[in-house]
């Protein structure tokens, strides 16, 4: 593929590459009272076990990925319930916690040591 290409340098808006390489987190509302209803502790963590709280209503999504933005887990709350156990990977690092719910998104950053 590289030998066919005609070399010729060629510049590539950083959004373009950033759409490519990294999941559309860009339709997340961080709105103050839906993302102060959510807590997840501890953070950080030293044995990857966290607790998410608060109003986890039926149908909300968890998406956890690593530090490369690989989806490692991707799970959809059945019941109504207020904590939500998380184990991170063994693996020492950081980790982004996705939560889809009541239309909107929130995005936690999560260290394990």
């Known amino acids: 593929m590289y030998d066919a290409a005609d070399k010729k ?6 959004d373009t590459l950033q759409s490519v390489l990294i999941p559309d ?22 044995n990857g076990e966290l ?3 608060g109003d986890l209503v039926s149908g909300t999504y968890v ?10 887990r991707d ?6 319930t ?16 996705v939560l889809n719910t009541k239309g909107h998104r929130l995005l ?3 260290v394990r040591i």
């Open 63 to 72: 998406q956890l990925y690593n530090a490369d933005l690989r989806l490692l």
């Open 25 to 46: 987190f860009s339709g997340m509302r961080l709105v103050d009272e839906v993302r102060n209803a959510f807590s997840v502790s501890p953070n950080p963590t030293s």
């Open 75 to 80: 799970e959809v709350i059945q019941e109504r």
């Open 9 to 14: 340098p060629f510049k590539v808006n950083a």
């Open 108 to 110: 936690y950053r999560l």
């Open 51 to 53: 607790t998410l709280r």
């Open 82 to 97: 207020s904590s939500y156990e998380l184990l991170l990977p063994q693996n020492k690092g950081v980790y982004f916690l």
